[in-house]
T-cell receptor, first 113, second 111 residues
Framework: DQQVKQNSPSLSVQEGRISILNCDYT??????FLWYKKYPAEGPTFLIS?????DKNEDGRFTVFLNKSAKHLSLHIVPSQPGDSAVYFC????????????FGKGTHLIIQP | DAGVIQSPRHEVTEMGQEVTLRCKPI?????LFWYRQTMMRGLELLIY????????DSGMPEDRFSAKMPNASFSTLKIQPSEPRDSAVYFC?????????FGSGTRLTVV
């Protein structure tokens, strides 16, 4: 049973436009959410995070929104750039005391010129 | 800071053979995690250590899998005997707290 779900395996966006990546979770015990970015043949790298007590966190072109009542978070990238083409993983911490992060399956973002 | 170092980068082995994956975490990070990435299941947590002690190994798929952390600067993940369905990319990550730093992974192919 997947506790963190990314329902879109891939997303194609035109350069300069906004990219919106979505993530749903089922475990209300999660207290921290993170987004990781992964290029081919590399490990995932941390991008941005948000605590469960907040509903928005912004860092440059990247903004993460959290809707706790809907158990939904989203990552907005604006404007999208070619270097943003990568796989994006949503991750959550907590869920009963474990320190390990629970990851979604990822969304492959493709930025088209 | 060289980051999290994993070796080998690629491993091809025959079914039934023993496979050992290695990880050197970032100095000062007290938590170490082993993840497996497959197309079907995404990134799965296999086991994690805190201060060299295994805390949660509930993600280890079978007894064929074992992990050790003999000291703060080294960990191994061993599969014995290996099977084709173990083919995946295995990532090691270390953390001083919430934020992980991942290694580049080991791509394992069992034929």
């Amino acid at each position: 049973d997947q506790q963190v779900k990314q329902n879109s395996p891939s997303l194609s966006v035109q350069e300069g436009r906004i990219s919106i990546l979505n993530c749903d979770y089922t475990n209300s015990m999660f207290d921290y959410f993170l987004w990781y970015k992964k290029y081919p043949a590399e490990g995932p790298t941390f991008l941005i995070s948000i605590s469960s007590i907040k509903d928005k966190n912004e860092d440059g072109r990247f903004t993460v929104f959290l809707n706790k009542s809907a158990k939904h978070l989203s990552l907005h990238i604006v404007p999208s750039q070619p270097g943003d083409s990568a796989v994006y993983f949503c991750a959550a911490r907590g869920g009963g005391g474990a320190d390990g992060l629970t990851f979604g399956k990822g969304t492959h973002l493709i930025i088209q010129p | 800071d060289a980051g999290v170092i994993q070796s080998p980068r690629h491993e091809v082995t025959e079914m039934g053979q023993e496979v050992t994956l290695r990880c050197k975490p970032i100095s000062g990070h007290n938590s170490l995690f082993w993840y497996r990435q497959t197309m079907m299941r995404g990134l799965e947590l296999l086991i994690y250590f805190n201060n060299n002690v295994p805390i949660d190994d509930s993600g280890m798929p079978e007894d064929r899998f074992s992990a050790k952390m003999p000291n703060a600067s080294f960990s191994t993940l061993k599969i014995q005997p290996s099977e084709p369905r173990d083919s995946a990319v295995y990532f090691c990550a270390s953390s001083p707290g919430t934020f992980y730093t991942f290694g580049s992974g080991t791509r394992l192919t069992v034929v």
